[in-house]
């Protein structure tokens, strides 16, 4: 879009007068009735300034006066690409693997918990991807199964003293079953209603354990639970086995790795397996995959219950590595920040959702000074990925447009 | 019986509201299939700035002397600010993906919701804003049942927008336009109805009626939070559903079919629960009649 270029700055200076309008009813009026206009203008005057660059780079780039910089640099970018592309994936994996093997020695404690924080949220988004990168399923409700997963630990590990490694596994599975629970009556609804009734659901569940007083203890959450426990060979004195209870944090770094790759692998499998390409035939057209003999509703059903898994997986992970839980934690905004995390990475793309959890968690935590802004940024951002770049930083190479989105 | 009557008219209270936000989702999806999830934020920005005016002007006094007059230039003027806010949100962040699929739509409405609502809270701080006191006292006592007048205004003044918005919608040309283009966008543009403007409108008009709400709900329980237009959007959006989206009566009908269940929930079972009832009613609806009580046939794509 080439305007006229004193029509695109009408535009702007149109655009920005309204911004003020709108802004300083908000800032302007103090609670004893005192009117100051100082405060908006310094906010309106940063956001003034620096959408006038932005469109004045715009501006340029579309006269083409950065051809000459651009140009040798795309070159150079793709043959980069086409060299990278010639080493196999595989190299590139074990890379990863090795530096996040590596990752705990010689990092202080605050690296290691958000390292920790990024692969909780790794396993959620493949969780997610799974329900709406592969089989297309909008759901705003999946905290609710790394809640389920939570609980479950939880209360198994201060009722009945279950070890972690045996409540993982029943996390796992009361999580597909609330995705059943869930998925079952849901499935018979396309898109956006899908949308609405799963962030239902996800409230719903919110609110049992929130006032759920007897089962949950309510708002307080629920304390004391344990940390996971290994046998350990002990080689002083008499050689034995003896229990072990990882408390430290590189131990649980250790264990929520293993989880990512397990979780890692295993989407990857589904993914190019049978079952993956009927997901995708469902995402790209339900009728036509239905026609070709798809059982769409039980492979729906199917996706709800292995996204759930992961989901349970993760929670049970949180709750050993916490010690505790309550309700807050699962609260909607959550089902939000794995949404975007799936969006903003690329939906359907496994490196692509990694990317987006390390993005969404690691700057953050870059930017700490501006903790306050991190959620508006946050909504900002979701909006700019969709206007600017809707397939996500690094897109699946299969994904096609809904049929019954074209018209 | 008393306590009956009494929730019956809490219950008409709370549904007018519901129905007033509900009106904005179901206008909106009629025209062009999108749920708004950012319209329950045009309802909080409603209720602050229904706070903001309020203080102002009992800070200076006119308050105390022309109080009916402040309440109603304040709901104008409130309405007429959350109108602006949806034209600029629908400007940048819905018209640029009219043509794209509606995932990617949603998901920028749903950021545009987290958007708004940090915003609010960045520049109104996180803890409840206090309404003016001076509307809130004071009632028709019936011997057994009580009328406050904040009841009757809000009343009052719901079935003022809901007659007029009636009349907007069925009586102009406005609102024949806005009619034509939620039934084929393509042919009503080839008539000469500019459907962007016609969008734009809708989006103004829900807006306002959502501020409305905000700034009634405001005075009811005389606070106001950042994140208060969360819960009463999706219980909104519940009523819309449940009326039939895209039907202007049904969303009134639903909203007050939602009022009143989540009334009596918690008046007669258990206030704890009393937000799911909105969710359960949704998921019974969407399961055995997903076009509403009003709804005609949509065709499957659209459910």
Known sequence: MILGSRKVWLYWAAGMAWFYLLLWPLMGIGADGTVTFADSLTVWGYVAAISAVLLALRQQHARGSFTAVTTPLARALGGAKAGMDRVPPVVWWSLALCIAAALPFGTSRYVQDVAINVLIYICLGLGLNVVIGLCGLLDLGYIAFYGVGAYTYALLSIHYALPFWLALPVAAALAALAGCIIGYPTLRMRGDYLAIVTLGFGEIVRLILNNWMALTNGPNGILGIQPPTIWWPNFEGTFGFELLQLKKLTAMYFIILGLTIVTIVAVHRLNFSRIGRAWEAIREDETAAELMGVNTFRLKLLAYAMGAVFGGLAGAFFAAR?????????????????????????????????????????????????????????????????????????????????????? | MEFFIQQVINGLTLGGLYALIALGYTMVYGIIQLINFAHGEFFAAGGYMGVILLTFLAAHGYMETHPWFCLFGALLLTMGYCAMLAMAVEKVAYKPLRYASRLSVLLSALGMSIFLQNGLMLTQGVYDKAYPTDFTSGGLDFGLITFSYMQILIVAVTIILLVGLNALVFRTRIGTAMRATAQDKVMSSLVGINSNRIIATTFAIGAALAAAAGIMIGLYYGSVRYDMGFVPGIKAFAAAVLGGIGNITGAMIGGLIIGMVEIFAAGYLSSEYKDVWAFIILIAVLYFRPTGIMGENVNDTRV
């Open chain 1, 322 to 407: 916490m010690r505790f839980v309550s309700p807050e934690s699962f609260s909607f905004i959550e089902s939000a920040m794995v949404l975007a995390m799936v969006v903003l990475g690329g939906m359907g793309s496994i490196p692509g959702v990694m990317l987006g959890a390390l993005a969404l968690v690691a700057l953050p935590e870059v930017f700490r000074q501006f903790e306050l802004y991190r959620m508006l940024a946050f909504g900002g951002a979701m909006t700019v990925m969709m206007l600017f770049r809707p397939k996500g930083l690094w897109p699946a190479k299969r994904f096609g447009a809904r049929s019954e989105e074209m018209d």
